[in-house]
């Protein structure tokens, strides 16, 4: 009866949408098709500069490159560590499975830039890890940082992108094992499967959805973000992010407006992909 | 003569501590239908699942074909089982669900295609294969379910309470379907139920059980008309039980009457329990009869009306096709073979 009424407790937060995200982004959609000096509208004019660049620009596609290929590295190496994770507490007999969850978020309480740059110095050539392997001989293991390879990968920031975001994997994998009905388990083994069997044609598929959202959630900050490339990757490395952070601080708000862009863009297709997976957004927490 | 396909002995299993199924001795000939029957927490399930090897017996074997199979996986053993809750595979089709058990045994795909489609005409579900799980009904999944057991040809067909969740048209027809489909394959079913006109309907043998041990072992009309202890008896069907005194053979006496009875067995003079089903229980003229009483209420049943006659403080229930008004006086009769004597309870 109230909905009516209800409905107006809506009108703040529209306002709030509207001011804070509907007029910013529009404003990026018409600064892409400018050419200013950051938001001097003054002497801005109109141009497709930041189109042609965007498909011209060696810069671009290397930064994509790189994004892509370290942020595909560190999601295949958080799936690799998130899911046994997921599934042995999925599995355990522990009686309070969520403090173990819990301590895999605790380390996201400190600040990420605190951590990553923390992992920086312990990653540095003058570190004590680097001292000490130097004295027993092992420094050839050591090119982890400042040494890049054609490919673009890059260990020092794949390392951190995993420590950040191996929670976002975890989480939801874990969330789906723990509803799979047991019995399903058994009606697999009671057709003749055994447990490796039963763990690929029952448990992995009844997962999939778990698995597709972390792997969004780790895939979709590791590629768009720019801290961790800029502390971990010595700041030679060019990622899409620390892209975009150069041309805001050359004033080139308009090539940094469109490459936000086609972010969003990306990010948004990617939660299409989530919402047709898992419909339900049972994964999402 | 039957052969003996699965023994239980002297099969324990206890959750902390307490015994939910203790010291069972059962075995199971082939192509029979037996069910075993009680009120949850009997043990029943807890019984199926150590066949079905998802739990090990804490001591005692289950033997089939003669061989001890404690520590066999399920996935090792010639049983498959019909969930409870039908556990069909959500991720998988109708035919990929059925398939499943033949996949693992690695039988050639056409051979696969063509079980799948006889299975599901058995189930009476032609043209269902491409179908979504999740599309179908409660009734139809369960037929799935049954299709992908037996698909298999197991030696032995558990069912876990299979049509607890149908309405009662579907699961009247479905216990006529389950029966028909057990002598057709020739495989052993057994059946777990609380429902006791299930077990009936269908069995060849009915174990009935309460707190984890056998009450009675026996065929439907066996454990009706010869129910051993006062829970068997109320438990199957309904009774009036009254106590009584087994004065010397053919002689019982209770309600302060003698009657003539055929039951053996007792000591002369020894206390026992009297069962009597309502409807052997016929109402005659008060004057001469051995039992009087005043009818206390009637129910209309349907098929028949449900009298309580009370007699001497002790209340009577009597099926009858005829009603007599409330407040009447009645007199009741009961023919001798239709007397049944227990053994009372030690409890």
Redesign the interface.
């Known amino acids: 009866m109230n909905i009516k009424k209800l409905g107006r407790l809506v009108v703040p937060y529209l306002i709030w949408m509207c001011v804070l995200v509907g007029l910013p982004l529009i404003i990026m959609v018409v600064l892409t098709f400018l050419k200013s000096n950051a938001l001097d509208l003054s002497t801005a004019e109109f141009s497709f500069d930041s189109w042609r660049l965007l498909f011209s620009d060696l810069t671009v596609r290397t930064a994509l490159k790189n994004s892509v290929v370290n942020a595909g590295i560190a999601t295949i190496i958080c799936f690799i560590i998130g899911y046994p994770v997921a599934y042995i507490v999925a599995n355990s007999n522990f009686s309070n499975k969520l403090i173990i969850l819990v301590l895999t978020v605790i380390p996201m309480w400190s600040n990420s830039l605190l951590r990553n740059n923390a992992i920086a110095n312990l990653l540095s050539e003058r570190s004590i890890v680097n001292d000490v392997l130097n004295n027993i001989g092992l420094s050839f293991i050591w090119p982890i940082r400042g040494v890049f390879y054609d490919s673009g990968f890059s260990p020092a920031v794949v390392i951190g992108l995993v420590l950040t975001y191996l929670p976002f994997m975890i989480l939801p994998i874990y969330t789906v094992l723990e509803k799979i009905?047991k019995?399903?388990l058994?009606?697999?083994?009671?057709?003749?499967?055994?447990k490796v069997?039963t763990f690929f044609?029952?448990t992995f598929?009844?997962s999939?959805k778990g698995v597709t959202t972390g792997i969004i959630m780790v895939f979709l900050p590791s590629f768009s973000g720019f801290a961790i490339p800029k502390i971990l990757g010595s700041g030679n490395l060019v990622f899409i992010g620390t892209l975009i952070d150069s041309r805001f601080m050359n004033r080139n708000y308009n090539f940094g407006s469109l490459l936000s862009l086609v972010i969003l863009l990306i990010i948004f297709g990617s939660m299409a992909l989530i919402f047709k997976v898992d419909k339900e957004g049972e994964t999402l927490i | 003569m039957a052969k003996k396909l699965i023994e239980l002995r002297n099969v324990t299993k206890t959750y902390d501590g307490s015994a939910v199924v203790d010291n069972i001795n059962l075995y199971i000939n082939e192509n029979e239908f037996i069910t075993l029957l009680g009120p949850s927490g009997c043990g029943k399930t807890t019984t199926l699942r150590m066949i079905g090897g998802f739990e090990k017996p804490d001591s005692g074997e289950i033997i089939l074909n003669g061989e001890i199979v404690n520590e066999l996986p399920p996935y090792e053993r010639p049983i498959n089982t019909v969930f409870q809750r039908y556990a069909l595979f959500p991720h998988l089709n109708v035919f990929d669900n059925i398939a499943f058990g033949l996949k693992n045994q690695k039988v050639p795909k056409e051979e696969i295609a063509e079980r799948v489609e006889t299975a599901l005409k058995l189930v009476s579900l032609p043209n269902f294969a491409f179908r979504k799980v999740s599309n179908l009904s409660g009734g139809q999944q369960q037929r799935i379910a049954i299709a992908r057991a037996i698909v298999n040809r197991p030696k032995i067909l558990l069912l876990d309470e299979p049509l607890a969740a149908l309405d009662l048209k579907l699961r009247q027809n479905m216990q006529y379907e389950l029966k028909e489909m057990q002598r057709k394959l020739g495989i052993t079913f057994i059946y777990v139920t609380h429902d006791q006109e299930e077990a009936l309907t269908m069995s060849d043998t009915i174990v009935v059980m309460k707190d984890g041990v056998i009450q009675q072992i026996g065929t439907p009309t066996g454990i009706y008309n010869e129910p051993k202890n006062r829970f068997v008896a109320r438990f199957i069907g309904e009774s009036n039980i009254i106590e009584g005194i087994y004065v010397r053979q053919n002689l019982v006496s209770f309600m302060g009457v003698e009657f003539d009875c055929v039951d053996i067995g007792f000591e002369d003079g020894e206390k026992v329990d009297v069962v009597i089903r309502p409807e052997d229980l016929d109402l005659i003229d008060p004057k001469g009869a051995k039992l009087v009483g005043v009818v206390s209420s009637s129910i209309f049943k349907g098929v028949h009306f449900e009298l309580c006659v009370m007699v001497q403080e002790k209340e009577f229930v009597i099926h009858t096709y005829e009603n007599k008004p409330v407040g009447q006086t009645v007199g009741l009769r009961v023919d001798s073979y239709e007397i049944h004597l227990m053994k009372v309870d030690k409890e």
């Open positions: 009905d019995s399903l058994e009606a697999s083994m009671d057709l003749g499967a055994n069997k044609r029952v598929p009844l999939i």
